[in-house]
């Protein structure tokens, strides 16, 4: 081979060389950018469509945050993280593209050691999740990107998603962390829209929690890293903001007026310096707060804001001659300032305002206007109104059972009673009214059947409560009463635990279910199976001080209820034969003695006992009274509650009377 040829050879290696080292960047540029094009496009797309579709159904308009915001409490909400996924409605109609997206991403993972859009169709798989309301998916996605790829410019947009996808669980905590792991990352990357995002969720989250100065912080220091002048008064009115939410007015004002030291945008400047007024209002200075709306309506920039203005004008005069609800006329001519929609936000403030004052027909009156249309607030006006007509229901149940105090209480009535009060303490908790709480709570365990599962919930709900407020010795003590009277449920189990019982312990089981019988006989429900307790007692727990009453008050079943008089003395005799020295023997021995001494002379003579042939209404009344003084005898009850206990000497009394025809006298 020539040199010549030899050159012409060497050339030809080097280019086939060159030309293969060039097909990897070749079709990173064609096959794998075109398919993320592609997934980028769609997505696009989507958002878009969203937008255009919110746009058209609510213009973008200034905040407008009113006293009584309900931010925080036991469930974590965030207006603005609703606003950044897609409702039902809107995932359905884009169903198909997100599922494009998803395949699309799914084909360019499959090449993941060639393509160098790896994190990028990751992110927006994770991102396309999220509007499908799939959080964990989401979430697992987003966790990939951030593992395999920390470099990623997708990384400060992962964390972020994670955080959101975890709100949307209820995982508050696991939540926070990650929106402050956000925060450093986006700060890494110099990511202003991250950190605003963080921002607005910390500050969500922290006032769920009631922890305002948490989440102030956030944005302080965005103030301090910031060199952008319309950034730091946007942050300055968060701040603003948070202080308003968490009723410290007077701090929230003075933020406000801290944003004009920046350059804030009309828009924000509008915020901040309508929430001023609010803030005035709120803290009862009037006159000021009328003059900073005039000042707001005076300024030309803001002539396309004046209803807003307006209906904070309605909501000053409201406040200051306390009025419960506006004036249809005047809310009807906010239509054409194109502020109508915002008028629900001063009737749904006047329905709380009337809420909190206890007068729950004003209340729901307001809450129904403002459900029936469309606004922010029309989700929580809807549980307000579920909430009051559930407690109207269940305070009439409450005093339909109560309303006739029998003696002994049935306990078919009380157990209507406690589930009723129960359902209504909670009713007043959801909204931290703390003294009708424990009122309710206090009725609950009164009308519940003693030893019954919702007497024993209703027990351990008021130390639960009680113990919030700070009396840990209350609590203990209900705690102990439950723990030692209310058996085998979970709510005495738990008691039992908490106050550092040994495992071993078991409660009375000989009072448990002589208690159970009782209440069968109380309720008229189950004659038998009362009996069939009550011969448990005196059968298993001869040794207990119950087993002489279980006797007793078998005879007394027999007796009344079950027309018997043979069981009845059967047992009585059983009663003294075995447990003489009881309180219980000592009453019916003299009884009984006469009862079967008057047998053996005279089968037809007055034993003593009640005649089984007599109606069994709870009273008797004299054989020897002529029918014309029927009307006046005296009626007295033939038994006592106390027959029940030990202490028998009042219900002797009684039948010592009936038995010699003598009115009784107590």
Request: aromatic content about 12%; proline content about 4%.
């Amino acid at each position: 081979m020539n040199r010549t040829n030899y050159s012409i050879f060497v050339f030809s290696i080097l280019a086939g060389a060159a030309l293969l080292s060039s097909c990897q960047p070749y079709r990173n540029f064609t096959t794998y950018y075109n398919r993320f094009w592609n997934i980028e496009r769609i997505m696009a797309e989507v958002e878009d469509e969203v937008d255009y579709v919110r746009d058209q159904q609510e213009a973008p308009k200034p905040r407008y945050i009113i006293p009584f915001d309900d931010t925080g409490g036991e469930e974590f909400y965030s207006d603005h993280l609703n606003r950044k996924t897609f409702d039902p409605e809107e995932v359905r109609a884009n169903r198909m593209k997100l599922d494009s997206i998803i395949l699309k991403g799914s084909m360019l993972l499959s090449y993941q050691d060639k393509s160098d859009y790896v994190d990028d169709a990751i992110y927006y798989m994770s991102k396309a999740y999220f509007y499908m309301r799939e959080w964990y998916q989401s979430q697992e996605e987003a966790r990939q990107l951030i593992e395999n790829f920390p470099d990623s410019k997708w990384s400060p947009d992962a964390h972020l998603m994670i955080a959101m996808d975890m709100l949307e669980q209820g995982r508050v905590e696991e939540a926070e962390e990650m929106l402050s792991k956000t925060v450093d990352i986006a700060f890494r990357f110099k990511r202003a829209d991250i950190l605003t995002e963080a921002f607005r969720l910390n500050a969500d989250v922290q006032m769920a929690q009631g922890e305002t100065t948490q989440a102030i912080k956030p944005y302080e220091r965005a103030i301090v890293l910031s060199d952008n002048e319309e950034e730091q008064a946007r942050w300055q009115t968060e701040i603003g903001v948070v202080l308003f939410r968490a009723g410290r007015f007077e701090e929230a004002i003075e933020a406000f007026d801290k944003v004009e030291e920046y350059d804030p945008d009309p828009v924000t400047a509008f915020e901040a310096g309508l929430q001023k007024g609010v803030a005035l209002r709120a803290a009862g200075r009037y006159d000021e707060a009328a003059a900073q709306l005039d000042e707001l309506a005076e300024e030309k920039d803001y002539a396309n804001w004046l209803g807003l203005i307006e209906v904070e004008r309605m909501s000053l005069n409201a406040d200051r001659n306390k009025l419960t609800s506006f004036d249809p006329a005047l809310v009807k001519e906010l239509d054409s300032l194109n502020a109508g929609d915002y008028a629900l936000y001063g009737i749904y403030e006047r329905g709380v305002r009337s809420f909190k004052a206890g007068d729950y027909d004003i209340a729901g009156i307001n809450f129904s206007k403002v459900a029936s249309a469309k606004s922010p607030y029309s989700k929580r006006a809807r549980q307000y109104s579920i909430w009051i007509n559930y407690y109207r229901e269940e305070k009439a149940r409450a005093t339909d059972a109560t309303r006739i105090q029998l003696i002994p209480f049935p306990d078919s009535l009380g157990l209507i009673a406690t589930r009723s009060h129960y359902n209504i303490a909670r009713f007043f908790n959801n909204y931290s009214i703390s003294d009708s709480t424990y009122y309710h709570y206090s009725q609950a365990f009164r009308w519940a059947p003693e030893g019954s599962e919702e007497g024993a919930r209703a027990l351990y709900a008021l130390s639960e409560f009680v113990r919030r407020r700070g009396n840990g010795v209350e609590a203990d003590s209900l705690l102990n009463l439950l723990a030692r009277n209310y058996g085998d449920n979970d709510y005495a189990h738990e008691a039992r635990k908490r106050l550092g019982y040994s495992s071993d312990w078991v409660p009375d089981p000989a009072k448990r279910d002589y208690v159970s019988g009782l209440r069968m006989v109380n309720s008229g429900s189950d004659y038998r199976g009362a009996l069939e307790m009550f011969a448990g007692v005196h059968r298993n727990h001869a040794g207990s001080q119950y087993a002489a009453m279980a006797l007793y008050a078998s005879g007394l079943v027999f007796e009344k209820y079950l027309n018997n008089l043979d069981s009845a003395l059967l047992y009585y005799r059983l009663l003294i034969e075995r447990y003489p020295g009881s309180e219980q023997a000592k009453a019916m021995r003299p009884i009984v003695e006469k009862a079967m001494a008057s047998r053996k002379n005279d089968t037809t003579a007055d034993t003593g006992l009640i005649p089984l042939d007599q109606p069994s209404n709870g009273n008797i009344t004299s054989t020897t009274t002529s029918a014309q003084d029927t009307t006046a005898q005296t009626k007295v009850k033939w038994y006592d509650d106390a027959l029940y206990e030990p202490r028998t000497d009042l219900a002797m009394k009684r039948r010592n009377q009936r038995t010699h025809d003598k009115p009784y006298k107590p």
